[in-house]
């Protein structure tokens, strides 16, 4: 069965530290890999994606993940944080069965604390 | 080009009643999903649609259904509301040249169920 799971539901970090946000996920067949950004009352946003090529990718506002298939992983990086990049962080997949295809499973979600 | 629209962007209704949500997906884009955000459930996929047609469909109740019109607006029904469907509710749309392919997301309709 597929999953996808957020290791941590709540990260504070100081201002200009570096920061991974941590996502797993479980299948048996090819996935493509997403993390969306969520500020308060607010939709999602997308930060990045993995859906062929090469394994680290870059996104929006500084963040990076690699995708590493043999640990099933694809942790989002980001060397120095700012206020502003407080929020929420959802790690998401499409699983490759298919006719479901464009049904994407989400994460948990980790809660984002950047303080001064 | 303008983003994925949601209106209305709150709603309040009271239990037993029925709701109807539109998105209008970005420019261009043929696919639209629609998913429910819950701090206790999280995000959950309710329905995709393409083509006017409904291609893909989670766990949810018949009170959930929706439908996508040729221009690709798509709208959704919630009917008897009940209190737990109390939650943001978000739209994506994809373009669908290739799958599989990136969903962009609106801002959302929070429905209170009173």
């Known amino acids: 069965a597929q999953s996808v799971t957020q290791l941590d539901s709540q990260v504070p970090v100081f201002e200009e530290a570096p920061v991974e946000l941590r996502c797993n996920y479980s299948?048996?067949?090819?996935?493509?890999l997403f993390w969306y950004v969520q500020y308060p009352n607010q939709g999602l946003q997308l930060l990045l994606k993995?859906?062929?090529?090469?394994?680290l990718v870059k996104g929006i506002n500084g963040f990076e993940a690699e995708f590493n298939k043999s640990q099933t992983s694809f942790h989002l990086r980001k060397p120095s944080v700012h206020i502003s990049d407080t929020a929420e962080y959802f790690c998401?997949?499409?699983?490759?069965?298919?006719?479901?295809?464009?049904?994407?499973?989400f994460g948990r979600g980790t809660q984002l604390t950047v303080w001064p | 080009k303008a983003g994925v629209t949601q209106t209305p962007r709150y709603l309040i209704k009271t239990r037993g009643q029925q709701v109807t949500l539109s998105c209008s997906p970005i420019s261009g884009h043929r696919s639209v999903s629609w998913y429910q955000q819950t701090p206790g459930q999280g995000l959950q996929f309710l329905f995709e649609?393409?083509?006017?047609?409904?291609?893909n469909k989670g766990n949810f109740p018949g009170r959930f259904s929706g439908r996508q019109f040729s221009n690709s607006r798509s709208e959704m029904n919630v009917s008897t509301l009940e209190l737990g469907d109390s939650a943001l509710y978000l739209c994506?749309?994809?373009?669908?040249?290739?799958?599989?392919?990136?969903?962009?997301f609106g801002p959302g309709t929070r429905l209170t169920v009173l």
């Open positions: 649609y393409f083509s006017e047609t409904q291609r």
């Open positions: 299948s048996s067949v090819s996935v493509y």
């Open positions: 998401a997949v499409l699983f490759d069965r298919g006719s479901t295809l464009g049904r994407l499973y």
């Open positions: 993995y859906l062929s090529g090469s394994t």
């Open positions: 994506a749309s994809s373009l669908e040249m290739d799958r599989p392919d990136t969903q962009y």
